[in-house]
Each structure stands twice: as C-alpha cells, then as structure tokens.
C-alpha cells in the first residue's frame, strides 16, 4: 500500500483554507497532520511530522512560511498572492541550495480555468477572431478580472508569434463602450449579474465557424482538485514552478 | 378550399426581395401575382389582380408604394425602413380614409427575435440585473446593434414603470470601456466575430439563479416566417400596426 | 408607512425554511413573528400574532398546517409537496367557506423557471422545432427532471391547440438513446454532470433562426424571491392558487 | 517573393469542391492551375503543372486519383470518404516507394472542431464528469454524429489512459433515451433543430466548476481554412498523415 502525503495546511481558518482541510481528509492518499491558523508556531509542523505544507496565508506570511517548509526538506503548494519578481529570484535561490523540494505557486488553482486559457492561446492562431466575456457578481470592484486579463495576454502573446493580424472589426459608429475594452489587442467585455460567481467565455471565429471555450466557477470548491493534484505532483517537480499548467499533461 | 393570397413582392430583385418571392411561392396558402423590381409600374399590380403587397424597397419608394396600395385596396407588409413620425402621421391619415385596409410596418420580421425582446422585457422587472451581449459578422458597421438599443430600452422602461432600481454593480476600476456601454441604464456589450451572422443574449440574474434568452439568426431566411405571418394577419388588422409583435399572441 | 406582513415560517429547520427564515428577515417590508420545526404546536401562530404561514414542511403534515392558517384567518404560501387531486378538492371547500383567505401552492418558487416555462410554451407555436435539455448533479436520481416534463407537457398542449405538427426528424439510423426521450412527442435530454445545480434549455428552431431559453439555479436562495413575491401577492389573490405562474404578470 | 503553390482541385463541381476552387482562388500563395469534374482526365493535371491536388471526389474514385498524384510527385490533400485499412495500407507502400511525396487525409477539416475535439479529450481526465451534446439540422439521417462518436472515443481513450472511472450517475428512474446513448462509457445526446447546421458542446464537470468546449459550423466555408492549412503543410510532411491534427501546433 502507498504511504499516505503528510500535510500541513497553512491559514486553516480563512475561507480558502477551511476548504483545503476538508479536501485533504477526504483525500484517501493523504493525511493532514497539522492545520495552522494566525499565532500558531510554524514548528508544529515539526512536531507533526509534515512531509507537504499547502500555503494559503496572506502576503505578509507566505515568504517566511515557505522558507521554512523548504528549510525543512518539505515541498510546498502556494495559493497566497504577492510573490513579485523579488520573492521570487530569492525563492529560487533558496531552492538552489536546497534541490530536492519542490515549490508550486499558482494564482488560480481553478484546473478547468487554467486549461480554458491554455486551449484558447493555443487555438487563437488559427482564427481570425478571438474575443473574450468574463462574467462576475456584482460586487466584484474591478473590471476586467484578472484571471481575463492574463487570458488576454496569453492570447495576444500567441496571435503576434504566428503572425496572426489584429481581428477584423468595420466598427465606425459606437456608443461610448460597446465594443469592450482592449488588451493587448483583444477585445474583453465585463458583464456583471447577480446570482453569478466567475465565469469566462473565449469566442474564436473564422469563416462559418466559431470555437467557444467557456469556463464556469460556482464555488470555491472548484480550486480543491488543483491544490490536490498540486500536492501530488510538487515532489516530483523539484524547484520552483509558476502556474498549475507547469504540472498538467497539455502536450496533444 | 380557402382560396389563395395574391401577393405582390416589390423590390423583388433585393437580398430580401428574393428570399421573399421563394417563400410566397413556396406557401400553399399564397400566389405569388407579381414581382416588381426597380423601374416597374405599380400599375402591373392591378392587372396582376394583387391583394397584398410586400414592400421590400427603399426609404425612397416605400411611401409612395404604400399609398398605392392602400389607395387600391390592398393590404401592405412593409420591411422597407424610412418611416419617420412624420411619413406614420400621414399613412395614418389615409387608412382612416381608407378603413378596410391593413398595413403593417415591421423593423424587424425574425419572429423568434421580436418574442425574445418581448420576453427579456416581460421578466426584467423579476431580476435584480440585466445586460445585453449582442454578436454580429465584423462587416457591421454601428455597435450596439438596432435591435440591441431597441430591447435595452423596453428593458429600461419595464423596470421603470415597475419601480425596480438599477442592476447592482460595484465597479470601481476598470479599463476604458470594460463595462460596455450604457442605454437607458442598461449595459450593452458588442462582440465582432468572422463567422457569426447577428446573435442576442439577454442576462437576467437574480441570487442564486440566473434567466438568459438568446436569439441566434443564421440566415436571411429567418425573416421568412414574420413576412408570411405578416401577410396572414394584416388583412383581419385593418389600419396601422408597428412592429410584428402586434400581431404575436404573447397574452400568457 | 406600510405596515409590516406578519410572517411565520412552518418546517424553518429544514433546508428550505432555513434559507426562507433568513428571506423574510431580510425584506424590509415583512416581519417573521414565528419560525416553528417538527412538533411546535401551531396554536404558537395564533400568540404570535402571524398574519401569513410560509410552508415547508413535509407531506404528513402540510395539509392540517395550511388548514390551521385558513381557519384562523391567515394566508398561505406552499411550497411542500403531496398536494394531489383529493387534497386540492378538500382545500377548495375549506377556502369557499373561508373566503378572505389565499392559499398559493407553488410546485417550483423560482421565478426564473416559471418565466422560462411560460415563455418556452408561448413561443413553441412559431417554430417547426423544439427541445429540452436539462442539467442536473450527478446524485439526481431521476431523468428527466419534473421541471422539464411539464415544460415539455405545456408545450406540447400549446403546439396541438395551434395546430403546428411534430418537430421534423429525419433520424433513421440511431444509438438506443441518442435521441432523448418522449414527452407528449417533445424530445428532453438529461445531462448529468458534477458540479452543477439545476439548469434547463429549451431550444426553439426555424428556418435560419434558433431561439433559446435557458434557466440556471446556482443555490437554494433562488427560490426565496418567489417565496417572498408569493407573500407579498396572497393576500390580494384569496382562494386557491396553483403555481406561481399565477401571480406573475405575463402578459404581453 | 514566394512562389505560389500550383493547386488541382478534383471534385470541382461538388458542393465542397465548388468552395475549395473559390477558397484556392482567394489565397495570395495559391494558384489554382486546374479543377476537375467527373470524367474529366487526370492527364490535365500534367499539363497543367499541378504540384498539390485536393482531393473532393467519391470513394470510387479517390484512391485511383491520390495514387496518380504520387506516382506523378505531387502532394495530395483528401477530404474523401472511404479509405478502409487496406486502402491505407497500399497508400502508405506507394508512398513508400515516393518518399518526397506528401498525402493528408483528414474526415474533418474544420479547424475548430478538430480543435474542440483534442481539447476535450486532454481535458477529460482531470474532470470527474463528461457529456457531449451534438446539435444538427432535422435532415441528418444517424444520430449521434460521426463527430461526436470520435470525440467520445478520444475521451474514452484518454480517461481510460489515466485511470479515471466513469462519469458519475445516480439515475434509478429515467424515461426511455433520457440519459443519451452510450459511446464508451460517455453519454452523447443528439438535438435535431430546423436552423442549425453543425454543432457539438463537449461538457466537463467537477467540483464546484465546469469546462464546456463548443464548436460551431455555419456554413461549407468553414473547411476551407483546414484545407488552405493543409496545402500548406502537406509538403513538409512527406508521408501519410490520418487527420488534420497532424498538422496542428498543439503541444502546450
């Protein structure tokens, strides 16, 4: 029988961590062996034997949580913003003295958003047009998401490699915002709804056809197969890795 | 037997001239007696012995054939666009002489989109939130599309007359146009896609539920089934009647 | 100012009456004077002061609840199943005797799946074709939904009283199931999928045009604006209403 | 300035060779140097200096028209039917024999649906639920489409690769057909709609989340741009290539 993976989940009591405590017990090839929340003694993880540590903290914390854990021979999975150029270049240093852990920071561990933007860079050099809806609550206070964004870049990065021209659009009259907004050269429209939690649409058309790449999140639990597949993987992927696509099986 | 319609198509060599001609010709319950194109005399329609005109011209035309029409009587479906308050007041006023005639002015014979405004209308005051995506081909020139503004603006006046406060929204950054635009109160978003031909979404969300009513038209011929329900009803529709709805038993 | 609606909610610790609890406390124009769970005595209504009755019990004990509120004056708003043929009869004579009461029995409180049903039907009869796909979590135990058959059922009458024949299929070669089932000649797929709530789509088709009406339910909370309507309606509907569709103001 | 690829379309006068002539016409580094119909002579081809050939004819004749072309040093793109096992067997000794020459034969050449087809298969194994809708036109005689029956079989493969059960499901009471057919363990539903060409929705569930890949065909155009991809492609590809994705940069 398989041993089970010793976790430790880091910021146990916020929203996200209550959810990873609960993944992690129903996990049948892990064992959580320790949940911290504010104030708690990062040497309990030794004490408790901690083999993986799942970072969900705050950015004040994350660096030195990290530290710690790859100090300690342990692999680590950060869901924790604020990791800049900076923190990075230090991580990687640390790691270089410390080779056999692994560290996978991701900013969204959301599997089926990662693919989504993955599928939509990888097919936007075949068509003419590519355009993107992200669609949110009404209390979200920015426009567009991030996570449409970076969709974006991804798209635009792939388009100019190919040498794919901007897409098509004979607009000469519009309202003030009709067309959406533009980054990098792909147009991003925000709708915001009631009732709604985080959705994305990217749309590619070509003569008579269009591919539609749609990715929904009703629930926070949808990050919890990631941050599972994350803890599985990160030991056999020593160093640092950005992005939970480092670790998926993309190659077609 | 019922007998049949004789139906006059004018403007028979436009795009939806000829689409109108297949189609009377193709209704068991129509004959088609003539079809005029540009040059011919309306004239032709009295020997042809004509019922029902189908004006498919231009804002230049469609007046005087109209009136002819009417003064013939005849009963008239009308797709041609041009008629401003002013041309309305003066063909109210020669069907009030004419009372047996019917004329129906329709700016938009796709049935399945004229039930879709009416319905988004209809349930917008039951939601907290509504926006609008409409999709067409990149050859168009105007965003919002007409029928977009027009749908925004029932939408708007629904919620009014209900008492139901704007859609929620907590933006408060975005990047220029991220938003859409704004009719009426009611956000309007344009997508430019090669391959589409003319789409509408309308959103309604609510906590924890969400309506959307889609109209997709893929094809001229779409119009088809308006223009030949049109023709069906105008004659026990004697007078003026704007917009196909009219003749819709929407009553629910 | 408007006085306050005097609320209790029957079955409030159910999943249901916990989510209406939190409804009506929230509305500012309702008071909740009562919250009662499995054997509080109804007679606690009657020192509360409750002027409307929120059921959500369970079949054994709806029909004596609802009994109670009308014989002591109050309205009622029911959302238990178990109200047959007999049950409806014997309430009929109840409210005939108590004129001044209003009984709704409501089968589905979201108003969007009311409205998408309602409009499904309305449009059927003016397009050759119609389906119904629905989408439920994978524990459903049953396909189709009850939601999808009687929108399938509605349909269906709706089509035969205007005369519009089946929707044309020329499938001669199929896999045993790929075309859905049969619902009075209304073709219904069932998805199941992990992750979703509730949704259904009808798709409505002529010739170049697709019409389409889809209903999300993300969570329970969406039940609770029809809930609250249903209060805010009963009072000025006395006697027997049967479906929420009752209330709404659907004509067009 | 590059020289212009010296393109033969066979099958000319059929509806999929009538749209490859004009697609061949319209592209800046093609010429189309000959297009023939039933009867015509391949001998044309020689005199006409044609180095590609594109392949749009009948089962009968399409393997003696791609063995001409070898033997002759072209390179042949193929959207015929009918090349069993042991045709492809032959083909690829002949090839073998004419090592400079490239064939492609591709079922489907609309780029966005090989897309979506690849795309859904990588992503199913990190999803505990899959279904496919497929959508098409009242005329189509086999239900599920030959499409989707491939993507079902990706899917089954790639879930079966990796060790992934089958798609949860809870039904114990369903209507005849109202879970879909069973294509290898995945659930493929077939809508048949009056207005609709050619569509297929690949669903992906799991916790909290949903991936769905769309892919739609409005028009024979939409083959065009896989065929251009094709001919371009072809002779960097020296040997037998099954499927357009060979072609496809789709390693991630």
Known sequence: MTEQLAVAVLGAQGRMGIEAVKAVEAAADMKLVAALGRGDSLDTLLDAGAKYVVDLTVPDSTEANVRFAV????????????????????????????????VLIAPNFALGSVLASAFAAKASKYFES??????????????????????????????????????????????????????????VHSVRLRGLVAHQEVLLGGPGEQLTIRHDSFDRASFMPGVLLGLRNVASHPGLTVGLDGYLDLGL
């Open 130 to 187: 590519v355009e993107i809806i992200e669609l949110h609550h009404p209390n979200k206070v920015d426009a567009p998401s991030g996570t449409a964004v970076r969709t974006a870049q991804l798209i635009a990065a792939a388009r100019e490699e190919a040498g794919v021209p901007a897409s098509p659009d004979a607009t000469n009259t519009a309202l003030d915002g009709a067309r959406g907004c533009d980054v990098d050269g792909v147009r």
């Open 71 to 102: 100090e300690h021979g342990m692999h680590a999975v950060v869901g924790t913003t604020g990791w800049d150029a900076e923190r990075l270049a230090a991580l990687r240093g640390l790691l270089a003295a410390n080779p056999e852990s692994g």
